[in-house]
């Protein structure tokens, strides 16, 4: 399954049954919930790739991509416009890019 196949799954779920999915629940409980588990699951990542546990970070990280695009799609931004933000940023440095945030 691709990030986009995943986003196109969620997005589908987004106005399911919340008894007949996960995603569905998560969904239902608000942009919050959504951005709350986004941020446990990002920790539980964090705490896997400190410990240097290949096996536990590889699964962590599809959690933490799982619960992003949930994330998002609470709040109605979709998979493609993340793509289109990066695409407008390639070739840009990062020390640039950060540099044009600035007030």
Not at 5 to 20: C, E, G, Q, V, W
Not at 32 to 54: P, Q, W, Y
């Amino acid at each position: 399954m691709t990030l986009d196949d995943l986003a196109h799954l969620i997005a589908a779920r987004k106005n399911a049954d919340p008894t007949s999915s996960w995603t569905a629940q998560l969904l239902a409980k608000g942009p919050e919930k959504c951005a709350e588990k986004f941020g446990e699951e990002a920790i539980e990542a964090i705490i896997e790739a400190v410990k240097g546990d290949r096996d536990k970070l590889t699964s962590e990280a599809a959690d933490v991509l799982y619960h992003l695009l949930v994330m998002l799609t609470a709040r109605d931004v979709t998979l493609a416009e993340v793509v289109a933000e990066l695409a407008r940023r390639q070739g840009t440095s990062g020390i640039d890019e950060k540099a044009a945030r600035r007030p």
